[in-house]
């Protein structure tokens, strides 16, 4: 039953599949400038959408951000060839949201205005502040991008059959340029609605492949899971943990820290909670994001052991993106050239929103927080600062293009734990103490944010990640002298302690300004009045 042919991983016609592929991308554009041309004057529609969205609309619309390239090719490829160990991408990443609902969600609505920074600075000094937040933000959206590109070339490398890295990388500055096309023409209103329908289509795409799956074990999923034993060289240990991180336990733990925490501290999450009217808007929005990335990562399940059974191990390995062809690669087993033209075409679409909310976050950082704010002292007019975030769109897609290239290869669900460590390190303690410490100040901010940014990126660039192995960024050279794969168990603990020892070694504290942000933040009260301007 398993598919070894090599050869054949090509997949059909190319021209057919580009065709398919470039179909969605044209619909996309057109609902982008269809919707979102007219209405990108202010800093509000660029960057809010206008506040437009209903919470059941923000709800599938940040399933449509959060379901990415990672979730849907990611998590499938890691299933199929580690197993269980794969699944630990779906859990945490699905409990992550318990975090970011129960703690995070509506008093950050309530708090800010536009961006992470406004919530973190209310009570605070605001340069040094502004400057830590918006340079963590932008650090974050980077490492977010480098998996978003990566899975990008791999996916168009699948559907073309190219295996030239030269190729791919052209493929991904294609990526890029559509990127900065959809910012600069669509702003976040924009951006909002290709990601709405594309998490409508990627779950139904989804389902419809883990339907198929299952029609052939009579929708029985221990035959599932058996057949998964029978077809992997790996036998039982498919489905026992520890496959992958056997030799590595405090990586496992490591990573799992990352997951948990992370999404709480995603900055192109945070903002879709300011697209929102009103906090109990935001706080149903969760809701809705929770039900439906929940039932996707169920399907992600099905997905990885399908592809195990009728892909296999060694076929996935060896195609155009490894690890990343597992669904595209079942796709075509079970529905030949149409379903993967359509499930590549959902994938590209998933990729296409996400990025482009990743740079809308960080071009807002930095024209709302840097330029705005700290450069010119509050003082530019909303046209400025809209036209210096359409400039910094542009920087960030060029710089991105070339991450992209760099970590291309890389397993995206991987590369994105990567992003999540940096969050949860950089922004989750300055968050967490700014919204529920009275005593929190300037210091122990500036102090978290730098601390726990400078930690993570630090730990993970003398990782295996970036050199050292066959599977590193830089397999020619070795510099690795940190021993695991994601750097959460150091960082983020750090992070929280710099933001303790900043605060206590500080005298600094504003009891008025402490006092209306929490009334604000647990009420809403003056919220309104805030976000208005």
Not at 9 to 35: E, S
Not at 96 to 125: C, H, I, Q
Not at 186 to 204: D, F, N
Request: aromatic share 10%.
């Amino acid at each position: 039953m398993t598919w070894k042919a090599v050869p054949d991983m090509q997949m059909g016609n190319p021209l057919l599949n580009m065709g398919i592929f470039a179909l969605f991308v044209l619909i996309t554009l057109v609902i982008v400038v269809r919707v979102a041309s007219r209405a990108n004057r202010t800093a509000t529609d660029f960057y809010a959408g206008g506040r437009a969205f209903s919470g059941r609309q923000n709800g599938i619309a940040i399933a449509g951000d959060y379901l990415s390239a990672a979730s849907f090719l990611g998590i499938a490829g890691a299933v199929a060839v580690y197993g269980y160990d794969g699944l630990l991408y779906s859990i945490g990443f699905l409990v992550a949201w318990l975090v970011a609902l129960l703690l995070v969600a509506e008093p950050l609505r309530n708090t800010g205005k536009y961006t992470m920074a406004d919530v973190l600075s209310f009570r605070m000094k605001q340069r040094p502040v502004r400057t830590a937040a918006a340079t963590s933000t932008m650090a974050v959206s980077f490492f977010y991008l480098l998996a978003q590109m990566a899975g990008a070339g791999g996916l168009v490398a699948l559907l073309m059959g190219i295996t030239d890295h030269t190729q791919q990388g052209l493929v991904i500055a294609l990526v890029g340029v559509l990127m900065i096309v959809y910012v600069l023409v669509g702003g976040m209103k924009g951006t909002t609605w290709v990601q709405i329908i594309k998490a409508v289509l990627l779950i139904l795409g989804a389902g419809v492949i883990c339907i198929m799956v299952m029609f052939h074990f009579g929708f029985n999923l221990s035959a599932l899971l058996g057949e998964a034993v029978a077809a992997s060289p790996d036998g039982v240990r498919v489905i026992e943990p520890m496959l992958q991180y056997g030799k590595d336990p405090l990586s496992f733990v490591s990573l799992s820290i990352a997951l948990i925490f992370g999404a709480a501290g995603l900055p192109h999450v945070l903002m879709r909670f300011y697209t929102v009217p009103t906090a109990k808007e935001a706080r149903r929005s969760v809701s809705w994001a929770i039900g439906l990335i929940g039932a996707f990562y169920l399907f992600t399940l099905i997905l990885g052991y399908g592809a195990a059974i009728f892909v296999g191990k060694e076929a996935i390995l060896a195609a155009p993106g490894g690890v990343n062809a597992a669904a595209p690669a079942l796709a075509f087993k079970l529905g030949g050239e149409i379903l993967l033209g359509v499930i590549a075409g959902v994938a590209f679409a998933t990729i296409l929103a996400v990025v482009a909310g990743l740079t809308i976050t960080a071009a807002a950082s930095f024209a709302h927080d840097i330029y705005n704010s700290v450069l010119k002292d509050g003082t530019a007019t909303p046209e400025n600062e809209v036209k210096v975030a359409r400039i910094t769109a542009v920087v960030i897609g060029v710089i991105s293009i070339v991450g992209g290239v760099a970590a291309n290869g890389q397993n995206i669900a991987f590369l994105v734990s990567l992003a999540f460590a940096v969050a949860a390190s950089a922004n989750l303690p300055s968050i967490l103490y700014s919204l529920y410490w009275k005593r929190f100040n300037t210091r122990g901010s500036v102090w978290s944010i730098y601390g726990g940014l400078i930690s993570a990126v630090g730990l993970i660039a003398f990782s295996p990640v970036v050199s050292g192995l066959k599977s590193s960024m830089f397999p020619m050279v070795n510099f690795a002298w940190f021993p695991l794969t994601n750097p959460a168990l150091i960082s983020v603990p750090l992070g929280f302690f710099l933001g303790w020892l900043g605060t206590v070694t500080s005298k600094e504290f504003d009891a008025a300004k402490q006092s209306e942000m929490e009334v604000r933040s647990m009420t809403g009260a003056g919220a309104e009045k805030a976000v208005a301007h």
